[in-house]
Structures are given as structure tokens and as C-alpha cells.
């Protein structure tokens, strides 16, 4: 999409563009400080590999600084051919104030000699959206009322920006700024580098745009939500059409810009930047390890911490010290794997974690080990994957192997311990009967709870199989459930040993994932099948379904799962005698 500069050009002085004469003399004599706001003591709010942002005061006026210094090669093409993120930034905020629209005011931009910055009045007080978003949700019917005023704020703040040829190639919640000085919605947009004009936008380039919106703000949105949002975009961008033909266009989009953004977030995980690393250490082993979390689901108190390479190198400097010491806890010991529990002090973190050592007797195993990464690998990308894809799992820390050749030798996975109790213990706790008559929740609120868990059970299969994840070994055990009065309960799945990504997931592979949760809900007394019927239920509706004719995958359900405890049944007995026979 080609871009349109402002006529209007900043005022310059020397090798600074300044907006106005007020700038200029507001800034004689501090330009040293901007070009060095490190040495002057400024506040580094934001970094990343492209910027760093800086808060400042200069006399008494709340500044922010943003240097540009991005190394990739289409920074250094831009850079060569005379195009600055910064200037360029500078020019959109002046299109968009004359247009009515609020952006951060521009004081000066600077770009010569490998320096680039531009400099703005801070936006204060204010929130970014997606966390007044997050914080909002939380206040319940009060909360929901103000959610819908700015849900119209910023459909038509949007629909201007759209209606004078502006698109924001970078369009999420963290980009949009709320005053909360003022009682009525006032947003500001930020970030005004990745912006481009036309003379006219197409209504593709609209959709794809809107796209990047929605796939930000889609699990924390409902459907009536979204289309109150293109309720009020529609007229203020200008454009005409019909509100279902708006929805299904942008939808589209979405779709695709999600799974875009997941395989790029794919390609991360196995990677190193400022999240993941991959390291090397003596007796051939290597490994990825996380130096931070962007997600922090399942309660983790380490996706809020960041790790350092050196703190990596000493802690895995000896792998089997991790299975050594007076904290170790051996929660399980056979022939399939070794699992302990222990206290893993990370420089001045200390994190309580499960480290697993799978062992691989069976000489088929060892040998597809070849062609494949190992447990450990494949568990710690599919882990990162699930929370990506905001699906609540134990965060994998940490994944090494060694190998001689191709051959696997040994390899562990440490992942943080997850503080809730599997699916079992929690319906016992919380919705048992006790035989003192002292309950912990009143029978309404049981009721409550139990139709709420059992209903995130299906939604969480559903999300699990929408994203095309298979997993073989979904049962109780390997399901926790976190939750606490007040709030809504949390669904986390652990030991990922059973989950795979697969190309194509069919009808058969959804039913057998549908089963297997079903017969762990078929072996915890307390569930019936209205229970039973409320997980399939929670699985099979979506938005706009209306009326859903669940009798024939009920049955359907039935006939499978009396099938498989019938399986695990004759199993069963085979392990008991073979243990009985004599040697």
C-alpha cells in the first residue's frame, strides 16, 4: 500500500524538525538530553530490538522520548533510502489532530548521523486500553456498562481514522491510550509509525485492519460485542454495506491474520530473542530455555519473572544435580519416565517446578528418536504453543538433550508447578458431600461452581481442536483446575506427552478427544450425566449457534465411551495377572 506524506511540513532547525516555534524554544538548550536520555537520568519504559521509549521532564512538562535503532535489513534499506520512522510518525500526528483525531503532540524529530528520535507530550493520565480492558472485566455489570461506551468510542474513532485514508499497521488495544481524567470516553492513539495513507481506502484494507483488532481483543470480547463495534464503525468511516456482509468480511480477515501471527509465534519458541534462547553446555548437552513469558495463564507466578542466560548456564551446568539435594521429591520412578518435585533457585527466583527425565526402553522408540526431537522438546514447544493460543498450561522453563550422532541419549523437561488439584480432588473438595454437614460452599453455589467447570471443560476441548491439537491422553489427572471465590475457574492442562499438532483435524479424532474427557467425567461419582451432557453442550455451542440438536452425538457419545471402559477394563486385568504370575 503506497503512502501519502502531509503536505504540511515541521519547522526545522539545523538537523532538528521541530512542530512549532513553542517547541523550539521550549526545547533550547535540552537537546543534548534527548540524544543521550540515558546519561540524563530519563526512565526507560519500553524496549525492544526496533525501540526504546524514555519518560522525561522538561521544565516541569511530562516528555516522552522514543530513539529508533532497529538493525534488520528493512530498517538499514529505510535508513539508506532517507525514510524515518520517526519524522514519518511526527507528520501522521499532525494529519490526524487536523482531522479530529488525538494523537500524542509532537515536540521535535530528529535523523542524521545514525541518531533518530522523536520527542511528545506525555499522554497523562492515562491507561492503555487493553489493561483498562482486562481490569474492567473484572467489576462485573458495572464494568460490562462501561465496556460498551468505549466498545462505541473506539468504533468511532476507528471509522474516522479509516475515513481520511489512514490505516494503523499495528491496530491493538496497547496502541489506543485512555484519559481517565475525564468521565467521557477520550482515546488517543499511539504508536503512529506503522501508519500508511491513501487517498481512499479499500474496503479490503479496511477488513484486513479491522482484522488485526479483533484477533487482539477476540477472548475478551463477545460476538454482540463485536458487532456493536461495526454498529458504530460503519458511519463514521463512511462506507456503506450491511452489518452482517461487515462481519463476515472482517471475520475472514481475522482468520487469517491469527493464524499468520501464531506460526510466526511458532517459529519464536524454537528460536532465540528476547524470550527464548538456546543454549550449549559441556557433554554435548543443548537445549531452549525461557528468559520470559508473555502470556501468564494457569496462576504462574514465573511468567511475571525474567531469567538471564548466565542464570540458565549455572543451574543446568550439571544436570543431575536437579534430581539431587534434601528439597527432591520423587513423585514417580518407573520404566516410562522419572518425575520430581523441588524448590529451583533461578539467580534470586526461587520457582517451584516439576523436572521430568523420560526413560526409552522399547528399541522402535529409540530408534524414531532419530527422526524426532524428544519428549522433552516436543512437550516445551507445544506447551508455549498452548499458551500463545491462550489455552492455560503448566509453563515449560526449561528443555535439554544429549546425543551421541543422531542417537538420543538422555533429556529433561522442567516446567513450573501448577498450585491447583486435579479434576478429581476438586469436584471432592468443593462439591462432595461432607459427612460433618461443614461445606465450604452452600448447595446453590455447588451447583453454580460445578455447571461453570464442567462448561469450561468443553469450551477448553473445543479451543484445543479448533487450533488442531490432538491430545491421547486427556483425563483427570492431567487436568487442574484453579479457581478461588469470586472469580471464574481455570482450566489448566499438564503432562503433554499425549497432545500433538496435527494437519487435518477429523470428525473421528474431535469424537475420540469428546470420549476420552467423557469417561474421566464417568469414573468421578459426583458428575451425572447432566454434568455429562453440560461438558458436551459447552463443546458443541458457539456464537450464533441458537438451538443445538445434541441427541445424536449424546449417543453417540454413549456407545464410544462404554466401549472404552470396557477397553481399559480387560487391560486392567491383563496388567493384574501378568503382575500375579509367578516368575
Excluded at 471509522?159 to 481517565?180: E, F, P, Q, R, Y
Excluded at 462481519?247 to 528460536?271: C, N, P, W
Excluded at 501468564?296 to 511475571?304: C, Y
Excluded at 462448561?455 to 479451543?463: A, I
Amino acid at each position: 500500500m503506497s503512502t501519502t506524506d502531509d503536505n504540511t511540513a515541521p519547522e526545522s532547525s539545523g538537523k532538528i524538525h521541530f512542530a512549532d516555534e513553542a517547541a523550539a524554544a521550549l526545547l533550547a538548550g535540552h537537546i543534548d538530553q534527548c540524544n543521550h536520555p540515558d546519561s540524563a537520568g530519563w526512565q526507560l519504559v519500553k524496549q525492544n530490538p526496533s525501540r526504546s521509549v524514555y519518560r522525561g521532564q522538561i521544565d516541569g512538562a511530562d516528555v516522552y522520548l522514543k530513539h529508533y535503532h532497529g538493525r534488520s535489513l528493512s530498517h538499514r534499506l529505510r535508513r539508506l533510502l532517507g525514510r524515518s520512522d520517526a519524522l514519518r510518525e511526527m507528520q501522521f500526528a499532525k494529519y490526524l489532530t487536523a482531522n479530529g483525531i488525538e494523537t500524542p503532540c509532537p515536540l521535535a524529530g530528529r535523523f542524521d548521523s545514525g541518531i533518530e528520535w522523536l520527542l511528545s507530550h506525555a499522554v497523562a493520565p492515562a491507561e492503555a486500553a487493553d489493561q483498562w480492558h482486562e481490569r474492567t472485566l473484572r467489576q462485573g455489570s458495572a464494568g460490562k456498562r462501561a465496556i460498551q461506551t468505549y466498545i462505541a468510542a473506539i468504533g468511532t474513532l476507528i471509522g474516522k481514522m479509516h475515513s481520511v485514508g489512514v490505516a494503523h499497521w499495528d491496530l491493538h488495544c496497547g496502541n489506543i491510550m485512555l484519559k481517565t481524567s475525564s468521565a467521557e470516553p477520550q482515546l488517543v492513539l499511539m504508536d503512529l509509525h506503522r501508519m500508511q495513507r491513501r487517498r481512499r481506502l479499500s474496503r479490503r484494507a479496511m477488513a484486513a485492519n479491522l482484522a488485526q483488532l479483533f484477533h487482539d481483543r477476540y477472548h475478551f470480547t463477545t460476538r454482540t460485542e463485536r458487532l456493536r463495534f461495526l454498529k458504530h464503525y460503519i458511519p463514521a468511516s463512511g462506507r456503506g454495506g450491511s452489518l452482517r456482509g461487515w462481519q463476515m468480511l472482517v471475520e475472514d480477515f481475522a482468520s487469517r491474520h491469527t493464524k499468520k501471527q501464531y506460526a510466526q509465534r511458532d517459529r519464536r519458541i524454537v528460536g532465540s530473542n528476547r524470550y527464548f534462547t538456546r543454549l550449549k553446555f559441556a557433554a554435548g548437552w543443548r537445549g531452549h530455555v525461557v528468559l520470559a513469558s508473555k502470556r501468564q495463564l494457569g496462576g504462574s507466578k514465573a511468567a511475571g519473572l525474567t531469567f538471564t542466560t548466565d542464570q540458565w548456564r549455572k543451574i543446568l551446568a550439571d544436570p543431575d544435580s536437579l534430581f539431587q539435594g534434601p528439597d527432591v521429591k520423587v513423585i514417580k520412578d518407573s520404566g516410562s519416565s522419572m518425575i520430581v518435585r523441588r524448590k529451583l533457585s533461578i539467580g534470586p527466583h526461587e520457582i517451584d517446578v516439576y523436572i521430568k527425565r523420560p526413560r526409552t526402553k522399547r528399541l522402535a522408540k529409540r530408534f524414531l528418536n532419530i527422526f524426532r526431537p524428544s519428549r522433552p522438546f516436543r512437550a516445551f514447544k507445544l506447551g508455549h504453543q498452548l499458551l500463545a493460543r491462550r489455552i492455560a498450561t503448566a509453563l515449560p522453563l526449561a528443555a535439554i538433550e544429549r546425543r551421541t550422532g543422531p542417537f538420543l541419549d538422555d533429556s529433561i523437561l522442567i516446567a513450573e508447578a501448577v498450585d491447583a488439584p486435579h479434576l478429581y480432588d476438586f469436584m471432592e473438595t468443593w462439591l462432595g458431600n461432607s459427612p460433618k454437614g461443614d461445606l465450604p460452599l452452600t448447595p446453590p453455589q455447588q451447583r453454580q461452581l460445578a455447571q461453570e467447570v464442567l462448561r469450561q471443560l468443553g469450551r477448553m476441548l473445543q479451543h484445543l481442536h479448533d487450533n488442531n491439537f490432538a491430545h491421547r491422553d486427556l483425563k483427570a489427572t492431567n487436568i487442574r483446575v484453579r479457581w478461588s471465590p469470586g472469580e471464574s475457574p481455570e482450566i489448566v492442562l499438564v503432562d503433554l506427552d499425549g497432545l500433538s499438532m496435527v494437519r487435518f483435524m477429523t470428525a473421528r479424532r474431535k469424537f475420540q478427544g469428546l470420549m476420552r474427557l467423557n469417561v474421566s467425567l464417568l469414573q468421578c461419582p459426583i458428575v451425572n450425566h447432566a454434568g455429562q451432557l453440560r461438558m458436551l453442550l459447552g463443546y458443541l455451542r458457539r456464537p450464533g449457534s441458537g438451538r443445538i440438536h445434541f441427541k445424536p452425538y449424546w449417543r453417540l457419545l454413549e456407545e464410544w465411551s462404554a466401549r472404552k471402559l470396557n477397553q481399559q477394563i480387560r487391560s486392567r486385568r491383563r496388567r493384574q495377572k501378568a503382575v500375579r504370575r509367578p516368575a
